[in-house]
């Protein structure tokens, strides 16, 4: 477990003064305990989190009270991309939990690299139930079996840790390879093909003049009677 210390959060100071001193206003439920308000520092919280992600367990220190926790929920501000809020889920090493772990897609595509194909993720994470203890951070996808176009990796082709179970549908697709798209060609009109300037093939259809091709015909009419 990612050790991270903690301390019970002074709740006369309001969530934005916390963070002006430094500091992230965090929250723990689950396992039986009530929701319990702490604060963490904000550059010890951001290097746990990107090193734990919601996938690996972390053990919060607070105030000597050692707590196994899971991140559940990470609110982040728009413009800084700065950490603002935490939840953590506590759990219990004694009964299994359920929870997203990412799939790191290992190895090469020979379909890819031999015939153009597109290697197109469908899936990035599935849903694994397990001991907390047992938990793992990622679960490995080799592709280096997909020499085909359409061929794919699912869930059933896992290998999976010892005391993992999956529990999203064994079919589920992962990753497929795709045909590569293939680029429309345009045809340039031929002499043949191409309008005279200042006319079209309509019927009625203004002339390089501004007339018609019935009113040009009804003036050469009129000409021809007088």
Known sequence: MIPLKALARDEKKKP?????SGSIPCIIYGNDMKNAPIQCEERELHKVFVKAGESTLVEIDLEGKKIPVLFKAVSFDPVSDRETH???????????????????????????????????????SVTVRCLPSDLPHNITADVSSLTELHSSVSVKDLILPKGVKVMNDPATVLVIIQEPRKEEVVAAPTA????????????????????????GAAAS???GKK
């Open 86 to 124: 935490a939840d953590f889920f506590a759990v219990n090493m004694k009964e299994e939990i359920e929870t997203e772990v990412p799939v790191h897609f290992e190895g090469e595509a020979p379909a890819v690299k031999d015939l153009g194909g597109i290697f197109l993720i469908a899936q990035e």
């Open 221 to 223: 009419g009129e000409k």
């Open 192 to 215: 043949e093909t191409a309008p005279a300037a200042g006319a079209t093939t309509a019927e009625g259809a203004t002339s390089a003049e501004g007339t018609t091709a019935a009113e």
């Open 16 to 20: 934005n003064q916390l963070r002006s």
